[in-house]
C-alpha cells in the first residue's frame, strides 16, 4: 500500500498505524532521502533544488516500491511523472485533507521548505489545486482525514484492502484474473 496527500495530510502517522494492522514494515520516502543523502530533507531539497530532488525522490521510491510494506510519500513525490508512473502497478490511497486544515496542521513546521511564503495559506491552496488531480490519478482509494482520529483512517483504509482483496477472489472463482 502506498500513501500520498499533502504535507500535514498524516500520510507518515496513517502509515506506521496501517503497517502495524498489516504486520508489514512501513518506510517514509522522506526518510530514505535522509538517510541516503545523512541530513534532514529539507536541506536535501534546499541544497539540491526542486528539480533534482524529484529525481533522486523517484529513484528512493523506485527501490521502496520493490520491498513491499506500506510506503508513504513525501507530497511532492506525484508532480515526477516517472514515479506516477511506478505507482501505476501498485494499491495507493489519496490521504487527503482540505486546505484549512492542511495549514492548520503545517503552520509551525520549518521542516517543510515547498510551503515558505508570505502568505503560507496562499501557496498551501495552490500547491493543492495543482497535485490533486495528480493524487487522484495515481490512486484508486481516497479518505478525508478532517475530523477523523487516525485510527478510524486506518479501519477505512483496511476496510478498502479487503474488499479488494474480495473482488480479486471473485474473479478467480469466475476463471479469470481483473486488473
Not at 5 to 17: D, F, L
Not at 19 to 38: G, K, P
Amino acid at each position: 500500500m502506498v500513501l500520498v496527500g499533502m504535507p500535514g495530510s498524516g500520510k507518515t502517522t496513517i502509515g506506521r498505524r496501517l503497517a502495524t494492522a498489516l504486520n508489514v514494515a512501513c518506510v517514509d520516502s522522506d526518510v530514505l532521502i535522509e538517510r541516503r543523502f545523512s541530513s534532514p530533507c529539507s536541506e536535501v531539497f534546499s541544497s539540491l533544488g526542486e528539480e533534482k530532488f524529484r529525481e533522486v525522490e523517484a529513484e528512493v521510491i523506485a527501490e521502496a516500491l520493490t520491498m513491499g510494506g506500506v510506503l508513504s510519500l513525501g507530497g511532492g513525490a506525484v508532480l515526477t511523472e516517472r514515479t506516477r508512473e511506478l505507482l501505476l502497478d501498485h494499491d495507493v490511497a489519496w490521504i487527503d485533507v482540505s486546505v484549512e486544515e492542511g495549514v492548520r496542521r503545517t503552520a509551525n513546521d520549518t521542516s517543510r521548505p515547498v510551503l515558505a511564503a508570505d502568505d503560507p495559506e496562499a501557496r498551501y491552496r495552490m500547491l493543492h489545486e495543482q497535485r490533486r488531480p495528480l493524487y487522484s490519478s495515481v490512486s484508486g482509494y481516497r479518505v478525508r482525514t478532517d475530523g477523523k482520529r487516525p485510527q478510524a483512517i486506518v479501519a477505512d483504509i483496511l476496510a478498502h484492502l479487503d474488499a479488494v482483496k474480495d473482488s480479486q477472489k471473485d474473479s478467480v472463482k469466475d476463471g479469470h484474473v481483473d486488473r
